[in-house]
Structure formats: structure tokens, C-alpha cells
């Protein structure tokens, strides 16, 4: 997941995001508490085949700083889930780009022939097709319980460019066709706001863009064509108490860390660890244990992306 660096905003007031309990007005943090575990995601490795220029997570070609994450590993949280019993629906696997971690295709068939949906976000790029043969035998098995999300940041070749590098939009979308062609369900994951560009334009072009291609997308359909608001921890932004759920109509179970924790592996590491969400990989406040057990407490929403992007952005990694 990328982002396009949005437009000037005032900058962060270092006061906020300072205790977990409470916000720099002293007034009570709003937590989030595991409703019930219904996605697990898996982070394959940082490792990628492209740099972004402004990616969350720090990808590139040279960034282990997220270890490959082992079948064998994953392979310990699904025996947890079955052991406890847990209510887990859907398995996802991000990066980097979760196509390098040579293990994925294992790691994919042991989800889904547990019964799980598997949900890969991926660039569609060289290193997914090289795992072609491996993908047309887990489509013709398990269906549309995989499903691919394609990462178009925009449905022009000029600004997905100007963000991941040169060409890449080009490969990207021959991934995409490709998929489309062979029956796989497939989604893509964009960003909400290029410029002065509005939601409703964004959709009517890859409206565009996927009838011109062939791809069996409805590009109003928001969970078939995500868009995702920007992220910037440096941009300021309301903290969120526990009044924010009152004035906003809005309630603690519809954010992701009701319902999600994220694996990892980091680099050197003896052995996995569970976090909060997807967004937060690097800090330790949102690492919650090594066990689904021991993740399963309540996360304060302590830092800026929980504000934006979940609370007030409204977006979630999964369906």
C-alpha cells in the first residue's frame, strides 16, 4: 500500500499522541477493544520490487526490516485459531510484495483448504506471474475464496507512475488483465485523492479504465475498488476521545482493530509477533504479544493514522 503525498497541511501538534490514556487536552483516549477476531492479516516480508515514493511501511528492494514470515509460522497462528476456536473468517497477506516471499503459495493453500477466504494485496507485477502456475491451481481448487487486490494508485499511467516509478502502471495493469483473463476475483485498491480530483471522477475512471481492459470490476462497488484516504503522521489531526464516538455516530466495533491483528516477523526476531492493525508495523506500542491470545486486549487509538485513516478516514484494510 502507497500513498501520493498530499496537499500542504498544518503540521502535528507534538503535544498530541503523547500518553495512551489520555489526549493532550487531558481528556480520555478513545480504545478500541477485540470484538471478536474475524480477519487475520499476514505480513510476508518488507522486501518489494519497486520503491515507492511515499509508502507507509518503507518497501523497497533493500528493506528487511519485516523478515520473510515462514509457512511453518503462519501455520502455528492457524492451529491457535482452531485450537481457540476463534471466529477467524478471512486470512490476508500484505508486504512489501508478498509475491517474493517464495512461501506464499503454501501459505496460501494451507488457508484455504482450512476453510478460510484469502485476500492477497499485491502490484500484480513480475513477481506474482512467477508464480502463475501456482495461482491457476489455487483458483481452480478454491474458487473465489482467493481474491487478489490489485494496487492501481490511479487509473492513469501518469500519477500511478510519478508514485511507484516508471512503467509500473503499464505491468501492473497487464497483471490485472492477466487475472481477469484467468476468472480470478479480483479487487483494486486506489487512492482517494489525486489534487482536486473528487471520488466520484476517481471511480468514473477506472470505470473507464477497467471496461477498456476487460476487468469484470464495478468501480462503484467500494470494497471492489477501495479508495484509500492519505497518510501522513506528520499532518495534524484530531486526537479521538471517548466522546468522539457519540459526536461522530460512529462506533468502536466499526474500526479494524475490533475485528483484525496483524503477524509479523521482524528482522533478527526468535519468532513472530502479533499487532494491532496493518498500519502501525514499526511501533511498539501497538505490538500486542506473540500469541492471538495475548493480542487479544484493548489498543488505544494513539497515533495519528488511527485518527485519520480509521476513525475520520473511515477505511479498512479488509472487507
Not at 8 to 15: G, I, V
Not at 18 to 23: A, E, F, I, M, S
Not at 178 to 192: K, N
Amino acid at each position: 500500500m502507497s500513498v501520493i503525498a498530499a496537499p500542504a497541511s498544518r503540521p502535528l501538534d507534538p503535544r498530541k499522541f503523547g500518553d495512551p490514556l489520555v489526549t493532550a487536552k487531558g481528556e480520555a483516549r478513545a480504545a478500541v477493544a477485540l470484538s471478536a477476531l474475524r480477519t487475520l492479516w499476514v505480513n510476508t516480508g518488507t522486501l518489494c520490487n519497486i520503491t515507492c515514493r511515499n509508502c507507509y511501511i518503507e518497501s523497497s528492494p533493500r528493506n528487511d526490516a519485516l523478515a520473510y514470515l515462514s509457512a511453518a509460522e503462519l501455520r502455528d497462528y492457524l492451529e491457535e485459531i482452531a485450537r481457540d476456536a476463534l471466529p477467524v473468517e478471512e486470512v490476508g497477506f500484505t508486504g512489501g510484495e508478498p509475491f517474493l516471499n517464495r512461501d506464499l503459495p503454501a501459505m496460501l493453500r494451507e488457508v484455504l483448504s482450512r476453510g478460510f477466504r484469502a485476500l492477497v494485496l499485491t502490484n500484480a507485477m513480475k513477481p506474482m506471474r512467477n508464480h502463475a502456475a501456482s495461482l491457476l491451481a489455487l483458483r481452480a481448487e478454491f474458487g473465489e475464496r482467493l481474491t487478489l487486490r490489485v494496487s492501481l494508485d490511479h487509473h492513469s499511467a501518469r500519477l500511478h507512475d510519478l508514485e511507484r516509478q516508471e512503467g509500473s502502471f503499464a505491468s501492473a495493469l497487464e497483471g490485472l488483465a492477466w487475472l481477469a483473463r484467468e476468472g480470478f476475483r479480483v479487487h483494486v485498491a486506489g487512492r482517494a485523492a489525486f489534487g482536486e480530483e473528487g471520488e466520484a471522477a476517481m471511480r468514473a475512471g477506472f470505470a473507464r479504465l477497467f471496461a477498456g481492459h476487460g476487468i469484470p470490476i464495478d468501480a462503484q462497488d467500494p470494497v471492489a475498488l477501495m479508495l484509500f484516504p492519505e497518510m501522513d503522521a506528520m499532518a495534524d489531526v484530531p486526537e479521538i476521545t471517548t466522546a468522539c464516538w457519540g459526536i461522530l455516530k460512529k462506533s468502536p466495533d466499526s474500526l479494524m482493530c475490533a475485528s483484525a491483528r496483524m503477524v509479523v516477523k521482524r528482522r533478527g526476531a526468535a519468532r513472530p509477533a502479533v499487532l494491532a492493525c496493518t498500519l502501525l508495523p514499526y511501533d511498539p506500542q501497538f505490538e500486542l504479544g506473540a500469541t492471538l491470545a495475548e493480542a487479544a486486549r484493548p489498543v488505544a487509538l494513539n497515533h495519528p493514522h488511527c485518527a485519520k485513516f480509521c476513525v475520520l478516514g473511515g477505511a479498512a484494510c479488509s472487507r
